[in-house]
């Protein structure tokens, strides 16, 4: 039991052990891991098929069983070749620069800088035809310098200070080195020319002419400004006069408009002045007419009262009328009536009495007539008695 419990005690640390051995074993031996900046090519060196397997292999973990499996990795970044001088650990500098000479026989050297990359899926293809390890590399410098010699080599004296011929020799030399290297299963991302140097006499001559140029430069520039000038003080003139013109132009126009718009407010008045002499002179004369035709009125209704009162003179009215003066102007303080004779609250009687007949000798009139009567008579003279309720 207790040798049971011992051997369960190693056990489980010598498997753990094991397992690890067995596992670093197996990542030596059996696999092989590609970076995220890599690509690899497998070579089959044993078996059935032997070769190059026709397929480029990605980041990850891939099976390489030693003896069996072959694997080269390639930067599958844009890589950089420069051309330029380097600090060597010798203490001066090293010329990798390419050198050159003109067509008119100068010696040159250019700095430059040439990106490029392998092709996508063509790793397994540049193994095959190129070899293993760098080499595609020193292939590509090569071509570069050649087709630099041969595109730049063919620039003159004065091209070499020219920056536009510059760009349009490194599109060429781009060009070119295209053409070539994609049989070589690379592309050319950019050429970049960074400095071209020349020797002293060359570079001395290029100053002097480059100063003469900017001479020339400077002078036509000297003879535009003051052609220039000339021109600006025309157009000022002319602007002048075009504005002095725009100005007069614009005063005679409000000088035109002032009056027009005066005569208009005169017009206006005058209308309104007439307009208003008219309508006063229709209301007065519709005044005056109605005036005359209310004095008419009351003229024709007094002599229409007249009338009347003339008529209801002449007859039983007027007998009434001159029986109830007679009646006003009796002084009863001065009479004495028997009131055996006489009873004064017979007014037929009385009014019979007093001068006032009808055809059978006594007074046919009521109370109310004999009552308008008397309000009648009671009315200043010159009143309108043809009122009638």
């Known amino acids: 039991m207790h040798i049971g419990k011992l051997t369960a005690k190693y056990i489980i640390p010598i498997g753990i052990f094991f397992f690890i051995a067995v596992f670093i074993i197996g990542i030596k031996f059996f696999v092989i891991k590609v970076g995220v900046d890599q690509v690899g090519v497998r070579t089959r060196i044993w078996g059935v098929t032997r070769g190059i397997v026709h397929k480029d292999y990605g980041p990850g973990w891939h099976r390489a069983i030693t003896g069996i499996d072959q694997w080269d990795l390639y930067d599958s970044t844009v890589q950089t070749i420069e051309l330029a001088k380097e600090p060597s650990h010798m203490g001066h500098d090293e010329r990798k620069e390419a050198a050159l000479r003109t067509a008119d026989d100068y010696d040159v050297s250019v700095d430059m800088v040439v990106k490029y990359q392998i092709k996508k899926d063509k790793a397994w293809k540049l193994r095959q035809d190129i070899g293993v390890g760098e080499r595609y590399k020193v292939i590509v410098e090569n ?197 055996l004779d006489l009873n004064l609250l017979d007014i037929d009687d009385m009014a019979t009495r007093l001068g006032v007949t009808d055809t059978k000798g006594k007074l046919r009139v009521d109370s109310k007539t004999f009552k308008q009567i008397q309000e009648m008579l009671n009315q200043p003279k010159g009143t309108d008695t043809t009122k009638t309720k």
């Open 143 to 339: 071509e570069t310098r050649d087709i630099a010699r041969s595109v730049f080599g063919r620039m003159v004296e004065r091209d070499l200070y020219n920056p536009e011929e510059k760009r349009k020799r490194a599109e060429e030399c781009k060009i070119e080195l295209t053409a070539r290297l994609i049989l070589r299963h690379v592309d050319v991302i950019d050429v970049l020319i960074l400095e071209m140097r020349f020797d002293p006499q060359l570079e001395r001559k290029i100053k002097n002419i480059k100063l003469a140029e900017l001479d020339n430069v400077l002078n036509q520039s000297k003879a535009l400004a003051a052609e220039q000038r000339g021109i600006t003080q025309t157009i000022d003139a002319d602007t002048e006069a075009i504005a002095q013109k725009i100005t007069g132009d614009k005063e005679r126009a409000l000088t035109v408009l002032d009056a027009e718009t005066s005569k208009r407010i005169t017009e206006l008045l005058a209308e309104a002045d007439k307009y208003l002499v008219q309508k006063k002179a229709e209301g007065d004369l519709y005044k005056q007419q109605r005036k005359a035709d209310g004095t008419l009125l009351i003229k024709y209704s007094q002599a229409e009262g007249e009338r009347l009162r003339r008529e209801a003179l002449a007859g039983l009215g007027g007998d009434i009328i001159v029986a109830m003066e007679a009646a006003r102007n009796i002084n009863l303080a001065d009479v004495s009536i028997s009131s």
